[in-house]
């Protein structure tokens, strides 16, 4: 069964160097999203992406984030310069079809900041 | 921003109960999803409800959109210890999908 899959599973990195966040989603999508996940928090939406732009971006997602998709295949989220509070749960996710519907989820990246 | 509102936050019951849980907001969504996440991994997708006062049926979970499309609720039969997990509902807007908090269900044995 095809399924969304996320590189690494576990990242630790120091306070203020930057991170790549990769992602493979289904062959078929169109529509990628990043969301993060804060130990014991809620799941919070930080970009959309269509058609190789950003179709919506959350108050979270500031300058120090950008998403890429370099080719046909990979969908990537980086952080440049990373602060304590960037340590959480990262999750890729896609949908064939209409934004924003049935979107199937990856097992997401660890993200350590030290 | 659209807001979702889940409730209860937690709920522990005993084998064989019946619960319902609850996905509330002042916005009108395109469509619901309800997923479930174990520690640790991915939310996994469990069903997409697109049309108001639509019910969906999966085994022993009840699924149902409001009829105005704002709400949602999750209703488990006869729940069992493999029901144990945090529900999480997610409405689509234009371009995203917003999750709310969740509920944290135990069933214990």
């Known amino acids: 069964e095809p399924e969304v899959t996320q590189t690494p599973s576990h990242q630790v990195t120091q306070m203020g160097q930057e991170v790549i966040l990769r992602c493979v989603p289904i062959?078929?999508?169109?529509?990628f999203y990043w969301y993060r996940q804060i130990l014991g928090q809620k799941v919070e939406f930080l970009v959309s992406?269509?058609?190789?732009?950003?179709?919506?971006k959350s108050e979270i997602f500031d300058d120090q984030f950008s998403v890429e998709r370099p080719d046909g295949s990979n969908f990537t989220l980086k952080i440049r310069s990373t602060k304590l509070e960037d340590s959480a749960m990262y999750f890729c996710?896609?949908?064939?079809?209409?934004?924003?519907?049935?979107?199937?989820f990856g097992q997401g990246t660890r993200l350590t900041v030290v | 921003t659209q807001l979702l509102e889940q409730s209860p936050q937690f709920l522990s019951i005993q084998e064989g109960e019946n619960l319902t849980v609850y996905c509330n907001s002042s916005?009108?969504?395109?469509?619901l999803q309800w997923y479930r996440q174990e520690p640790g991994e991915g939310p996994v997708l469990l069903v997409t409800?697109?049309?108001?006062?639509e019910v969906k049926k999966l085994k022993r979970l009840t699924f149902q959109f409001g009829d105005a499309r704002k709400d949602s609720s999750l209703h488990i039969t006869a729940a069992q210890p493999g029901d144990t997990g945090l529900y999480l509902c997610?409405?689509?807007?234009?371009?995203?999908?917003?999750f709310g908090a969740g509920t944290r269900l135990t069933v214990k044995p």
């Open positions: 409800v697109v049309t108001g006062g």
């Open positions: 916005s009108v969504f395109s469509s």
């Open positions: 062959s078929n999508h169109l529509y």
């Open positions: 992406f269509y058609n190789n732009e950003i179709s919506e």
């Open positions: 997610a409405g689509a807007g234009n371009n995203d999908m917003r």
């Open positions: 996710a896609s949908s064939e079809a209409l934004a924003g519907r049935e979107a199937f």
